[in-house]
């Protein structure tokens, strides 16, 4: 066999090795599965195919820890045993606040309620590339707001006002967000001085100048008069102070 023979039968294996590469099966990646909170694996394949990769959603209960330590971006994963899931519940709540009017004679309450939700990781199928997510596994009623610490915060803040208990107690035990009037102050009076309405013309006679200036004193002008019994002024007592409240 000579040399353009040898090299012939060289090349045909070549392109015979080529062609078993091309058609060999791409390696097979791993993969991550959630099951009933458990976490799953698939171990990639012989071929050197891609380990998967966990990391955590957007919600804020979430936090997926691997050896103790939060996962704040994707980790490769090639042992499940040392991540573990941490869920924060979000608790129930009442709160409430109290707001004066500007001229001091109002005062509004507003309450705002919280349902309580209880919070699971959320089951996944086979990926290669994981995002925990969560599924919301319950829900609480919010608590009611006590009335009392109502009052005692109305009283470190001086309010006088009489309270209207009923519109209270209904805002603080109805659960559901609102703002109603619960105390309105007296406005105070003033006090007016006592005063004559005059109702008849009393300003009485005038003596007409006449021309030159002189005055003629036997002219005694319009003489006003009444009849027995025609009221000529009225009395308005006066009006005492009163206090606000």
């Known amino acids: 066999m000579d040399e353009l023979e040898l090299m012939l039968e060289w090349l045909d294996n070549l392109d015979t090795r080529q062609q ?19 976490l799953r694996m698939k171990r990639p394949g012989r071929g050197g195919g891609k380990w998967p990769t966990i990391a955590a959603g957007t919600h804020e209960c979430l936090q997926v820890l691997h050896l103790g330590q939060r996962v704040d971006k994707p980790l490769v994963v090639q042992n499940t045993e040392h991540i573990e899931f941490q869920l924060r519940p979000r608790p129930a709540a009442g709160s409430f606040s109290l707001e ?3 001229d001091k004679m109002e005062v509004w309450l507003r309450v705002e309620f919280v349902e309580g939700i209880e919070y699971a990781v959320a089951d996944s199928d086979y990926v290669p590339d994981l995002v925990v997510a969560v599924r919301e596994l319950g829900r609480q009623a919010p608590p009611a707001i006590d009335c009392a610490s109502v009052l005692a915060e109305l009283d470190n803040l001086g309010v006088k006002a009489k309270v209207d208990m009923g519109a209270l107690r209904a805002a603080c035990t109805g659960l559901r967000d609102k703002q109603v009037l619960i105390a309105k102050g007296i406005v105070p009076i ?8 005059a109702v008849h013309d009393l300003s009485g006679r005038r003596i007409k100048h006449q021309k030159g200036k002189r005055i003629n004193w036997f002219d005694q002008g319009k003489i006003e008069s009444v009849k027995p019994g025609e009221v000529l002024a009225y009395w308005h007592p006066r009006r005492r102070e009163g206090r606000g409240g």
């Open 20 to 38: 078993q590469r091309l058609q060999r099966p791409a390696a097979q990646g791993g993969g991550l599965a959630l099951v009933g909170g458990q």
């Open 100 to 102: 004066i009017s500007p």
């Open 190 to 197: 003033q006090p007016v001085d006592g005063r004559i309405e």
